[in-house]
């Protein structure tokens, strides 16, 4: 392989926002999967402030009742589809292909579709509160609440197209990933060998294949109600609104696992290379990730105990899920095994990934919780849930990303996160986040339901509540920290070794940032923890710097315009479904356009090479 | 699954199915669909008066029979048109596990639905 | 709607045309012997299952939970869709030969039979609207019941996809006409042929679940 003088001037030069919406480069898609999700995780923040600040006090009036049901709806949709998942997304993108040594994914002009179909996709949904119309009715969307009965205006409209749009973009992403890494892997990367976060990323590619259907179904079904006048789950009509908590349970519970699976992975790369010694049982890991995965497709239903399934049912899923916590519990021996005797060292990256231990511990214990049936129908309904899935989500997901941030930032930005900073956004964050949710538990065992816009004085919540809303704005403040952390960053010398933490895995055997192409030569893999290996075997603690090296004789795929046009084709044709109403005439003049244009780009996009406006070499 | 060969080629086309092969599928499909309608009009349609003893016995198995006949149908076609039963185990992996997992979907809903209208399994869609 | 002409057009990226210094079997790397192309449409089919499994439930489950209205039995007609799905596996066998058509470099073969399959395609298109249209005007609209709403969508999205598969295997008709499908290149027809028998698989499922249950009660 040549690897001889840098010549690497582009055919023609580009503007740098027409660089960014026509590349195909994975890093840097993976870069605007994690801008676009941070600022929805602000909006979602900020929804939760609100939300906060009205339940500060009893009978608080900040906000109105409609407007509250809006806020919890739209927190919920947006941290989940539009912050954890694009979050996770942005290190799938970033760094699976340089995990596994590969110059980028299967198809990268599918993945930039994917991307450009996500921004919209959440886009379109906040654009639901320029209408005063965001979706009111739960993440969820249980029917009959979200039929055109019970929510006659756009809200959940907004909500059952904004979700089909994202699904889109999560199925063509899911494709990618999963062929990607059974297929692109570095010689001599066996499955076996491949780091955990490539596993765990496999894993979720899997979930996001076979869930996302099933609620793309219960969609089009609730759309169809909503707009064509069907009656799949209007009870008048004979429709079964528990069909739609089935199919919705379906997608949701391997959903959940979508959200976490990812971190778990983050974790596992992060824990070895801050104890300088490999993951514990690394093997036991991987199956009982795929254990966790293969189960969560048989418990959906612990969701709906308190729709009375009855005790048939009721106790196949209370046994399935508690079946779930052995594999878990597994994954946290193992963490606690690999820390165990190591040299640690508690860089904010370990901190993060310490705190995730001890945080996503009380979430699953508090989860282990609801799946006895009768102890269920105490909590459901109530903040203690609340608490579970904020312990589990915010400790688990939120906890692990950010650790994956500080952990891989030098690797994405070529610059440092400053380890003080970092430290004060642990604390802020550890402190924070259990003030906020720890008496959530309490506050739930007493009786206080979820999403509703105020209480009355007197019944015990007045304190907890009080407490919870301190801590929301201390864990503002932590984000805050970090901003001004990332901010800094910016601002100093990009100057981060190649190395900085004395990593595991391949890619921090090239430059910060890498080039276009990752590796000038693609590695060649005889064990897992490729890197650490490498190192061994050359004697050394560290390499000296890599230097960058000609792109020469490199062929990478060129920008491409079609990914963002089919996306903008994909987007018109659903918000032309938004405002039709009859089946006489489904289809406005919009959803056509819409459609044309999408089958134009995708046309276009089939018949462009694949090196159309490559670099010349 | 290590085994980093090119994949340039079609390496596994020498055990490929002949066009001869293809014609033979063909007919069996086309035996088994003729099949499935028959089966129909015997029991239950034009035929049934002629079919006589035949229907009548064969008439509580109609369900099993059309499902055991469509799965067959459906496995000829993946196996020798969509050549899972020449390419690499990979693929049939891949589609078996999306498979099982849709009908086990597919079982355990109507289980959940039947079982709380007071039905029992077999007492279901049919 | 995610059509599989998204899939992309090659796994370009681990290429490494260096031509002079090594030989060709370094330029395509996977890790499997087989086109990154290929295990993503069967990636994509295996997501496609569950589709269909959730339609074929939700019609299953609703069926006869219809208040009102016509039922299966008002409506389905034994010789029209056995007509259609005769349509659909001879298209599967169509298929077939032109892939091996294609892959032996044979052209007038690939066009033959690949126009034989495009025609069925249309055929069966043709009978869905001429189904739908027919069963509209014997009174059974999108919303009139749960078992036309659940119908016309289990069948209206296998439609579309045949219809998608029509338009796709027709653009490769006309790339075949062109000469653009020399045998090194029957992957392209490959990766349609799996989509259209996939299709064909669930007609094969939704044949007997739907239309001949559904009347032999």
Known sequence: ?617 | MASHTDAHGEHLDHAHASAGRYIQIAVILFALTALEVLLYEAIFGSLRESSGALATSLGPWFVELLLALSALKFFLVAAFYMHLKFDIKALTWVFSFSLGLATTVILSLFLLFWYNRGLWWMDGPW | MLTPRNIEEAAMTSAVLDHDAHPAPEAHHTSLPIDNRKLAMWTFIGSECLLFASLITTFLIYRDSSVGGPGPKDMFEVPLVTFGTAILLFSSFFVVMALDGAKNGNRKKLILWLSLTVMCGLFFVAMQVYEFNHFYHKGLGYSTNLFSSSFYTLTGFHGAHVAIGTVWLATLLKDAIKGRIPAEKAINLELSALYWHFVDVVWIIIFPVVYLMSLGR
Do not use: C
Request: glycine letters at 10%.
């Open chain 1, 1 to 617: 392989m040549a690897t001889t003088a840098l010549e690497h001037a582009p055919a023609y030069q580009r503007s740098t926002i027409v660089e960014w919406l026509t590349t195909v480069d994975h890093k840097k898609i993976g870069i605007m999967y994690g801008a676009s999700a941070f600022i929805f995780f602000l909006i979602g923040g900020i929804e939760a402030l609100i939300i906060r600040a009205q339940l500060a006090t009893p009978n608080g009036t900040l906000v109105s009742a409609e407007m509250y049901n809006q806020l919890f709806t739209m927190h919920g949709t947006t941290m989940i589809f539009l912050a954890v998942m694009p979050l996770s997304a942005m290190f799938f993108n970033f760094f699976v292909p340089l995990l596994i040594g590969a110059r980028d994914v299967a198809f990268p002009r599918l993945n930039a579709m994917s991307l450009w179909v996500f921004i919209l996709g959440g886009i379109f949904l906040n654009a639901s509160f320029l209408f005063a119309a965001a979706p009111n009715g739960g993440w969820f969307g249980y029917a009959p609440l979200s039929s055109r009965q019970y929510s006659p205006g756009m809200n959940m409209d907004f909500w059952a197209i904004g979700l089909q749009i994202l699904g889109i973009a999560s199925i063509a992403a899911g494709v990618n990933f999963f062929t990607t890494i059974i297929n692109m892997r570095a010689r001599g990367m066996t499955l076996m060998r491949m780091p955990i976060f490539v596993w765990m990323t496999l894993i979720t590619q899997v979930l996001v294949l076979l869930s996302f259907p099933v609620i793309t179904i219960a969609l089009v079904m609730l759309t169809a109600d909503r707009t064509f006048g069907s009656g799949f789950f209007v009870t008048a009509a004979g429709g079964d609104p528990m069909l739609w908590q089935h199919l919705f349970w379906v997608f949701g519970h391997p959903e959940v696992y979508i959200l976490i699976l990812p971190a778990f992975g983050i974790v596992s790369e992060v824990l070895p290379v801050f104890s300088r010694k490999p993951l514990f049982g690394y093997s036991a890991m991987v199956f009982s990730g795929a254990f966790i995965a293969f189960l969560g497709f048989g418990v959906w239903s612990h969701h709906m105990f308190a729709t009375g399934m009855g005790p048939l049912a009721d106790s196949f899923f209370s046994l399935a899920t508690m079946l779930i916590a052995v594999p878990t519990g597994v994954k946290i021996f193992n963490w606690i095994g690999t820390v165990w005797g190591g040299s640690i060292s508690l860089k904010t990256p370990m901190l993060f990934a310490l705190g995730f231990i001890a945080m996503f511990i009380i979430g699953g214990l508090s989860g282990v919780m609801h799946s006895v049936a009768p102890a269920d129908l105490q909590q459901t309904d109530t903040y203690f849930v609340v608490a579970h899935f904020h312990y589990v989500l915010f400790g688990g997901s939120i906890f692990a990303l950010t650790a994956g941030a500080y952990y891989w930032w030098p690797k994405m930005f070529g610059r440092m996160l400053d380890e003080g900073l970092g430290k004060w956004h642990f604390w802020l964050s550890m402190i924070g986040f259990n003030v906020t949710f720890m008496p959530m538990h309490w506050v739930g065992l007493l009786g206080m339901p979820r999403r509703v816009y105020t209480y009355p004085e007197g019944l015990g919540f007045d304190l907890f509540n009080m407490v919870q809303t301190v801590g929301a704005f201390i864990l503002a403040l932590s984000i805050l920290v970090f901003m001004w952390n990332v901010i800094r960053s910016w601002r100093g010398p990009a100057d981060a070794p190649a190395d900085p933490w004395g990593g595991a895995t391949l890619e921090w055997s090239i430059p910060s940032p890498p080039q276009e192409f990752n590796f000038a030569e693609e590695p060649v893999v005889a064990e897992k923890d490729a890197f650490w290996a490498m190192k061994d075997a050359a004697g050394v603690d560290r390499f000296p710097e890599p230097g960058h090296v000609s792109g020469r004789g490199i062929h990478m795929p060129g920008p491409s315009w079609w990914p963002v046009v089919v996306a903008v084709g994909l987007l018109m044709f659903f918000v032309g479904l938004m405002v039709h109403r009859s089946w006489a005439f489904p289809f406005t003049p919009v959803s056509i356009a819409g459609f044309a244009l999408m089958v134009f780009g995708v046309f276009k996009w089939a018949y462009e090479p694949v090196d159309a406006h490559a670099p010349q070499h």
